[in-house]
């Protein structure tokens, strides 16, 4: 098979082209960055620079493929992020078509259903909504938990104020997954026969936020370690005098709120709450503390 990759060589894109290389398949990479060219012929794939916004791009960057891994990830170094993601989808939307690509699997999010209340993730929704428009195309919509690597994040915090925490309770249930069994389960879904459009979650574990400061307080020497429920002004406030700009900072202010709600979580639980991915909390946290 040809199937052409987007996302670069992330901790999603970096597994996923090692997968599908190992199985034979021809493999294109999509990247904005020139300096990523020799790193994906290194892995056994061609590289495609050029831009995610551009359709004629990625019309060359998708011709000849089997099946395309679509990931449109928000802008979070600019302006109007959900936006630049709906932008970015119907890019890929309409070079799907001028390409004739027959199989997609996108990358999305748990609370994709939601029109908002879900943050950064209304983009997401807006591109599901647009390739759902599509004919004739066989589509994945891969949703996954909350990235266990958002937790590095706190790095900071942890280290200057003894604490973890966010605009949610301790007791909230969290799906969170591996970037590395999102790029297992994208192989396995690009390289199989695929019918109509299909929601399909991705999830490694299902924990409290009380559960994540207490694996983690154990593997950096804090076995203390609080998890601290802000309101969502200190969340917000918190992030924009970190040098957060002030737009990403309400984005993920309100996906906490919609965490807190359960909004976020509501589809994946009503879907029957699958875990099948193989990589649970305890396991990252090996990986959190060598990071730390």
Same mark, same amino acid.
């Given at each position: ?13 970096? $597994? ?49 493929? *089997? ?164 309101? *969502? ?20 202010? *309100? ?9 976020? $979580? ?16 305890? *396991? ?9």
């Amino acid at each position: 098979m040809k199937i052409t990759v987007s996302g670069s060589l992330g901790n999603i894109g970096q $597994q996923l082209v090692k997968k599908l290389v190992a199985a034979g398949q021809t493999v294109t990479v999509i990247t904005s960055n020139e300096t990523r060219k020799k790193d994906i012929e290194a892995l056994g794939a061609t590289a495609a620079i050029g831009s995610v916004s551009d359709a004629a791009f990625l019309t060359s960057a998708f011709t000849g493929a *089997d099946a395309v891994f679509a990931m449109t990830p928000p802008n979070l170094g600019g302006a109007n992020i959900v936006a630049n993601t709906a932008a970015a989808g119907e890019a890929f939307a309409k070079a799907f078509k001028a390409a004739n690509v027959k199989q997609v699997v996108m990358l999305s999010s748990i609370g994709a259903d939601l029109s908002n209340g879900n943050g950064p993730i209304e983009g997401l929704y807006q591109v599901e909504n647009i390739y759902n428009q599509l004919e004739g195309i066989n589509i994945t919509f891969l949703r996954a938990g909350y990235f266990y690597t958002n937790y590095y994040n706190d790095v900071p915090v942890i280290k200057g104020a003894g604490i973890i925490g966010s605009n949610l309770p301790a007791a909230t249930l969290l799906p969170l997954v591996h970037p590395h069994d999102i790029a297992a389960t994208a192989a396995v879904a690009l390289q199989q026969p695929a019918t109509g459009k299909q929601v399909q979650y991705i999830v490694s574990d299902i924990r409290t936020a009380a559960d994540v400061a207490k694996v983690f307080g154990a593997v950096i020497g804090k076995p203390e370690l609080p998890w601290v429920e802000f309101t *969502d002004e200190q969340a917000l406030e918190g992030m924009k005098g970190a040098g957060v700009p002030a737009e990403i900072a309400q984005l993920y202010t *309100d996906m906490g709120a919609g965490l807190r709600a359960g909004k976020i $979580q509501a589809h994946f639980k009503a879907s029957g709450a699958p875990v099948d991915g193989k990589i649970k909390l305890e *396991d990252f946290a090996k990986e959190y503390a060598k990071a730390f």
